[in-house]
């Protein structure tokens, strides 16, 4: 879709001990983090399939799939079966190494 950075289609883990509230830090699945009891993830793909990913109780993920959508402004949509309502984030920044997200109304 145009308007987002080829950074974002990949899986991303959260990394809640970078969080600069309100504002959600990801890292690409396979960096070198610090131990964690475990992290959530997001997944986008180019054809609009997106998949979160939450901690298991057999030490695993459980992924969830989901569909997202972009506005005009680069703001992205998820929602996956479980929600309600779906999230919505702008992308504040994106590189190979690091994603921010900043939750929207």
Same mark, same amino acid.
């Given at each position: 879709?145009?308007?987002?950075?080829?950074c974002l289609f990949q899986r991303w883990?959260?990394?809640? *001990? *970078?969080?600069?509230?309100?504002?959600?830090?990801?890292?690409?699945?396979?960096?070198?983090?610090?131990?964690?009891? %475990?992290? /959530?993830?997001? *997944?986008?793909?180019?054809?609009?399939?997106?998949? +979160?990913?939450?901690?298991?109780?057999?030490?695993?993920?459980?992924?969830? !799939? %989901?569909?997202?959508?972009?506005?005009?402004? %680069?703001?992205?949509?998820?929602?996956?079966?479980? /929600?309600? @309502? !779906?999230?919505?984030?702008?992308?504040?920044?994106?590189? @190979? *190494? +690091?994603?921010?997200?900043?939750? @929207?109304?």
């Open positions: 879709m145009p308007g987002l950075p080829d883990l959260h990394v809640r *001990e *970078e969080d600069e509230p309100p504002r959600l830090v990801f890292r690409p699945d396979g960096y070198p983090l610090p131990p964690s009891r %475990g992290r /959530d993830g997001l *997944e986008f793909r180019r054809d609009g399939v997106f998949v +979160r990913y939450r901690i298991s109780p057999r030490d695993g993920w459980e992924p969830t !799939p %989901g569909r997202w959508t972009a506005d005009a402004a %680069g703001v992205v949509s998820v929602r996956s079966a479980e /929600d309600r @309502q !779906p999230d919505r984030w702008a992308v504040i920044e994106c590189s @190979q *190494e +690091r994603l921010v997200l900043e939750p @929207q109304p």
